[in-house]
């Protein structure tokens, strides 16, 4: 209560929020683009629990809704979903930054549409044809069969036009307003990004070349280009939830940016050890994978610090929440577990284990997930008129903390329960089967792995109901909202 | 302000990202040159297409310290010996159906994939086949077939029926046979191949 006071006393009068700007037409586009995300995380979320379950009940929609269909349309809907979050953030932060309104919002608004009915489709066939005979036709159509780049030739083509669009609204609206260290990082990864996507867009019989290009598209967006661009958005979002000065997050940026690239780019090498590829790799990409984490470190640093130094005195406490649990997540997620597997002399028994599924689950959540929500409570904030969002909610802040508590120990628990699977499943199929099938079948049937698929179903239940929470919590959070948002220290050095 | 030291100076740091991306950019590119020349079939670690007229074994390598693929005798593919060429297209049918079928989203191929379903990457080479005889055999019932005979091993998961054509299924077991011929650096560890004929 006292700190309710306090935080109301220090609130500048501002005009009345009903009396607040209108959302301009790119900041319309981005909430948008945010719709579709959340619709995305939530089929993320249903085609997970039913891959997650069959697990535990191998004839649950089989023949029906095979595994494969769930667990592509499962990873899938949280690639295209986390894309959806950072061209949303990207779209609401382009004009505040760049000082001037988005060049192109038509092209935009098009792209938008034709993205999204693409995606649409491109959902439909994965559940309705699901799989296609052993022809060209079936990758141009249907489904191109690699791992986390399932989208048909088709959908590749129109998503590479729809980025050209992308990429062209932000890099003429930048043109033609100003310039900043963010923005010149955010671009130049922009054009890193998309022109990686090229990587994964032809077919070879050769599986060894195949998995070489493919890595290139799935690690160097993941492990780099994709850390940058949240890197951009984090320094942005600081900023705006903390008033940090704009010195400060730019000079972090580059610390950030020269070590995920001067570790992250031949850390690509990890994915080399087993594919053919030859035996220098077990070294390079040893070495400078187990140097990933420091990036993440300096990130989490830079957050708790900005946010400690700024006296947690935010103007949007759900968002600046959920951007420490990004900088924590991203950290234990990407760095430590990925880290705990990444020299060879483990990875040998590891790799295409459940110790795989275990750091995917928590480097997806803690790196990309926590962000973008943060940036949906920005938005929000912003659309229902530039309300009160620190403390002193009128429900106390239930739904955001718990729906931030659910979402975060489900992910851990999850994480931990997909550990405990790989680990019996390394000693048991690896160290001591000898990797036939019997040894993998054998590791399948332990009493612990068995246990631990029926924990990480709890959790991941348990993660549902922390989604749904904060969907909620998405539609009712400042409506009818009379108090204008505080003022953080330092806000006018941003604006 | 003009008290910023160098080390913590934002043109010192913009200056180190963009050397050191474009330094980490350069060497990637040129390992890129040497590691696809050294992956092209036939170039050595990666058999030729023409492999699977060949018996394929595995052979401890102390000095590197595992097991590495070893070419052995003339052991035709359905015992018709295949031209290269025929060969290549054989094995092609069998990675565009492995696509097609999305057979990644429950298996894994070089460990990567689902994993909810085994490893393919030594599939060839499995002793659950029983023996080299009835390899073949096995392999086209049960692709063709998975369901009916499905050996789950107590787990209770079988394969769905994948519709396969009978040259789908070739092609499939023949790319099977060329992938494990593959150098892995030893992976997956501690594979001990189905019993063959002297290789």
């Known amino acids: 209560m006292a700190e309710a006071t306090a935080d109301i006393a220090a609130t500048e009068v501002r005009a009345t929020p009903a009396a607040a700007k209108a959302l301009s037409a790119a900041q319309r586009l981005a909430l948008r683009y945010f719709l579709v995300a959340m619709v995305l995380f939530l089929v993320q979320m249903v085609f997970g629990l039913l891959a997650g379950l069959q697990f535990l009940m191998p004839d649950f929609l089989h023949g029906a809704l095979d595994f494969n269909v769930n667990r592509m349309v499962h990873i899938n809907a949280m690639i295209v979903w986390m894309l959806y979050g950072f061209i949303g953030s990207i779209y609401w932060l382009v004009e505040d930054e760049a000082g001037v309104p988005l060049v192109g919002i038509r092209l935009a608004q098009a792209t938008f549409w034709v993205l999204t009915i693409a995606v649409a489709v491109v959902v439909i066939v994965f559940l309705v044809v699901q799989v296609g005979p052993g ?84 690690h160097l967006w993941v492990e780099a280009t994709w850390e940058v661009l949240v890197g951009c958005i984090m320094a942005w979002g600081l900023m705006k939830t903390l008033g940090v000065r704009r010195k400060i997050v730019t000079t972090w940026l580059y610390i950030e940016v020269a070590l995920m690239f001067g570790s992250g780019i031949l850390g690509l090498g990890h994915h080399y050890f087993w594919i053919g590829t030859p035996e220098y790799w077990l070294g390079i990409g040893g070495f400078f994978s187990a140097l990933e984490p420091i990036p993440l470190v300096a990130m989490v640093v830079h957050a708790v610090y900005d946010a400690g130094r700024h006296g947690f005195q935010s103007n949007n406490h759900p968002a600046l929440a959920w951007l420490i649990a990004h900088a924590f997540g991203n950290f234990l997620g990407a760095g430590v577990w990925g880290f705990i597997q990444t020299l060879p002399q483990i990875n040998l028994y590891t790799h295409g284990t459940q110790w795989t599924a275990s750091h995917g689950h928590l480097a997806f959540f803690g790196a990309y997930a926590t962000i973008v929500v943060a940036f949906v409570y920005l938005a929000l904030q912003r659309w229902r008129g530039d309300v009160w969002m620190s403390g002193g909610l009128p429900d106390k802040g239930r739904k955001w903390k718990w729906a931030l508590a659910l979402l975060n120990v489900g992910a851990l628990g999850m994480t931990i329960a997909l550990l405990i ?39 991941g239940v348990l993660m549902t109901v922390g989604l749904l929470l904060l969907l909620w919590d998405f539609l009712t959070i400042g409506r009818g909202e009379t108090r204008a948002a505080k003022v953080v220290p330092g806000d006018a050095n941003t604006r | 302000m003009s008290s910023t030291p160098w080390w913590a100076a934002e043109d010192f740091w913009r200056k180190c990202a963009i050397f050191v991306t474009a330094f980490m950019a350069l060497v990637l590119i040129l390992l890129t040159f040497h590691s696809l020349a050294a992956i092209q079939s036939g170039a050595g670690r990666v058999p030729a297409y023409s492999v699977i007229n ?146």
């Open chain 1, 135 to 218: 022809e060209m036709r079936s990758i141009w159509l249907i489904n191109e069969g690699r791992e986390y780049i399932e989208a048909p030739r088709w959908a590749d083509i129109g998503i590479v036009l729809c980025m050209a669009a992308f990429f062209y609204n932000v890099a003429a609206t930048f043109m033609k307003g100003r310039w900043s260290g963010i923005s010149g990082t955010l671009v130049l990864d922009l054009i890193a990004l998309a022109g990686l996507y090229f990587a994964g867009m032809f077919y070879t019989t050769n599986i060894s070349v195949d998995q070489y290009w493919w890595w290139w598209v799935v």
């Open chain 2, 54 to 199: 060949h018996r394929i074994d595995y052979r401890m390598d102390s000095e590197r310290g595992y097991q590495i693929p070893v070419i052995g005798a003339e052991a035709p593919l359905f015992g018709r010996k295949l031209t290269d060429a025929e060969a290549e297209q054989l094995v092609d049918l069998g990675k565009l159906t492995v696509q097609a079928k999305n057979c990644m989203n429950c298996h894994t191929l070089l460990g990567n994939g689902a994993y909810f379903a085994p490893d393919l990457t030594k599939s060839w080479l499995d002793p659950g086949w029983g023996n080299e005889q009835a390899r073949e055999v096995l392999m086209t019932l049960f692709l063709k077939d998975p369901v009916a005979n499905a050996r789950t091993f107590g787990t209770g998961r079988s394969m769905p029926n994948m519709r396969l054509t009978d040259d789908e299924v070739r092609g499939v077991i023949a790319f099977l046979k060329w992938m494990s011929a593959v150098d892995t650096n030893g992976f997956p560890r501690g594979f001990e191949p189905l019993p063959q004929g002297g290789a």
């Open chain 1, 421 to 459: 699977a790989g680990y019996e499943q390394s000693f048991t199929e690896r160290a001591i089967g000898g990797s036939t099938w019997q040894a993998y079948f054998a590791g399948q049937t332990t009493v612990w792995f068995v246990q631990a698929m029926y924990w990480r179903m709890a959790f």
